[in-house]
């Protein structure tokens, strides 16, 4: 994967006035990317996805996800630091995470440009998420950023090997 700053609709990269690149992932940002992940996770659902699903997590349990996915993944290094992340799965930005000091900056529509850049690099024409029914605020963005809610529907949200919780989402795609 290259590394190289990403130039975001209405702005270049830098957020403001700090440096920021997009760059693949590698093991040292692995602990970092749980430190937002986890708290990210719980602010955007939180009272919108079943207890079964919160209890499965934790701070720790995101560690052996980040370790799988750590070549899909990417992050936006603000000034050194990591600051938010993307992980895309085929057509999917699977996740989706910023740092909340850097929340509001510019930096999670730079990642999601990114990503749906990448996404149609692999030859995937429609790039699409999935956002938990009740997380008004996260489909906001995504509308803002040019993103269609295509509907609800079921998501598999996985709980360990081969087990998973229903959850009801907004499926947004980037058309066109």
Do not use: K
Request: proline share 6%.
């Amino acid at each position: 994967m290259e590394e190289s700053p990403l130039q975001h609709p209405g702005g270049d990269a830098s957020v403001a006035g700090m440096a920021t690149r997009i760059r693949p992932a590698t093991a040292a940002d692995s602990e970092r990317i749980a430190e937002i992940w986890a708290p990210g996770w719980r602010d955007g659902h939180l009272g919108h996805v079943p207890d079964e699903l919160i209890a499965h997590r934790s701070l720790e349990a995101f560690g052996p996800r980040i370790e799988t996915a750590l070549a899909r993944t990417r992050v936006a290094d603000v000034d050194g630091a990591v600051a938010g992340f993307t992980i895309v799965d085929g057509a999917e930005v699977d996740q989706l995470y910023v740092d909340a000091a850097h929340r509001g900056t510019g930096v999670a529509a730079q990642l999601l440009t990114d990503a749906a850049r990448r996404i149609r690099e692999a030859g995937h024409p429609t790039p699409w998420l999935a956002v938990a029914t009740g997380n008004a605020r996260a489909r906001h963005f995504y509308e803002r950023e040019g993103w269609s809610d295509a509907g609800e529907f079921t998501y598999p949200a996985e709980t360990g090997p081969g087990t998973s919780v229903p959850v009801s989402c907004h499926r947004m795609e980037l058309r066109g």
